[in-house]
């Protein structure tokens, strides 16, 4: 089959209405490549919360100098407690 053809006919509205909204997200391009990634699979994406936690813990120990425990706690939504313990565990991954 001549798929390098088809994807230069290939249309938004050729999409199943299931995947319209991906479609409209990320553009038609980006979907095919997408599927192409996948091949047939499920994925799984994790909440956008999720994938900040890590930077949400490094920007944490870059901005934390000794004595602003109780801001960075209200700036980050966490507790004092739940940042001490990032600090304790700084130097691990």
């Known amino acids: 089959m001549d798929y390098d053809r088809l994807l230069e006919m290939i249309r938004p509205s050729d999409i199943a209405d299931t995947y319209q909204p ?3 997200l990320i553009g038609l391009e980006n979907f095919l490549k997408l599927c192409q990634y996948a091949m047939g699979s ?3 994406f994790p909440t956008l919360e ?7 813990r490094r920007v944490i120990l870059q ?6 425990l109780q801001e960075l706690s209200k700036k980050y939504g966490l507790t004092q ?3 001490r313990n990032l600090l304790k565990r700084r130097n691990k991954p």
């Open 22 to 24: 991906v479609v409209s």
């Open 42 to 44: 499920e994925l799984y």
């Open 50 to 56: 999720g994938i900040l936690r890590n930077t949400r």
């Open 63 to 68: 901005e934390y100098n000794g004595y602003n």
């Open 81 to 83: 407690s739940r940042i």
